[in-house]
């Protein structure tokens, strides 16, 4: 049942009519409930489930995609490379059974350089699934490697401002979190913003550790920070919200966009 308020606003309600009837005549009880409340829980409770849906259908797209790129770089790189050795060590075999040394010793020196250029590639795919440096060294400098990293790759400038490592004792699921969002943002930076000049800055504030990045590129705007459709912005709030902390994106049209990352670092996470 619908009321109108004086301004002409409907006003969602219940209407419950109960009869009582005794030895007398029949009588009723009529109770109008506002159930405006109600009914926007349930909106917001089916449009946080239809979120979650989506998210979960993206990050098996996002799983499969990673496995595919994976798939490939060691079936193109890595294959090629043990292709290339095994094709050497026939040649070398043919020419000791022939008793024709000749060039062998050459061979030999380029299979060692394959050698090499294969544990290259064997680490290199090996730190873009963990890089062990977050592990080893901890969080200060694995964001460090991660950003140099990023500046010689993309060409864009990184002004980085890091805490005394030293002063910082941050769990490791804190570790992985501040830098699997660090990797998001850059690579949106890349995608996204157009920007020449990217600023990040870690710091420990009271109990919180703070991440903030900022570029100058286009700024996001408040539909795309609002719009659940896509998983990176999802993925990072998931996180962040599962270690207790917020994250705020802040966008200024051609200007730029500032994310600030804050997580609470006494408190144990609730879930993975
Ligand atoms: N630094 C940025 N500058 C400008 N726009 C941005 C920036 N970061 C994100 N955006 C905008 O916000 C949108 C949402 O970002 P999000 O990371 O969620 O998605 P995506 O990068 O498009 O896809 P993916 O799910 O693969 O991360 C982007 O599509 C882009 O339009
Ligand atoms: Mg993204």
Partial sequence: MMLRRSDGSEIPTELVITRISRDGPAMFTAFIR?????????????????R?????ARLQEAIEEERTRIAREIHDELGQQLTALKLDLAWILRRYETGDRSAVDERLTAMANLVDATAETVRRLATGLRPGILDDLGVVPALEWQAREFETRTGICVDLTLPDDDDLDVPAEHATA???ILQELLTNVTRHAKAKTVRICLEQDEGDLVLE??????GISAAETA?????????????????????DFEGTPGAGTKVTTRVPLRVVASAR
């Fill in 34 to 50: 506002d159930v405006t409340m109600e009914r926007r829980t349930r909106e917001a409770l089916a449009g946080s489930e239809q």
């Fill in 52 to 56: 979650l849906r989506n998210l979960a």
């Fill in 178 to 180: 501040f830098f699997r």
């Fill in 213 to 218: 990045v900022q570029d100058d590129g286009r």
């Fill in 227 to 247: 719009s659940g459709g896509s998983l990176g912005l999802v993925g990072m709030r998931e996180r962040v919200g599962l270690l207790r902390g917020r994250i």
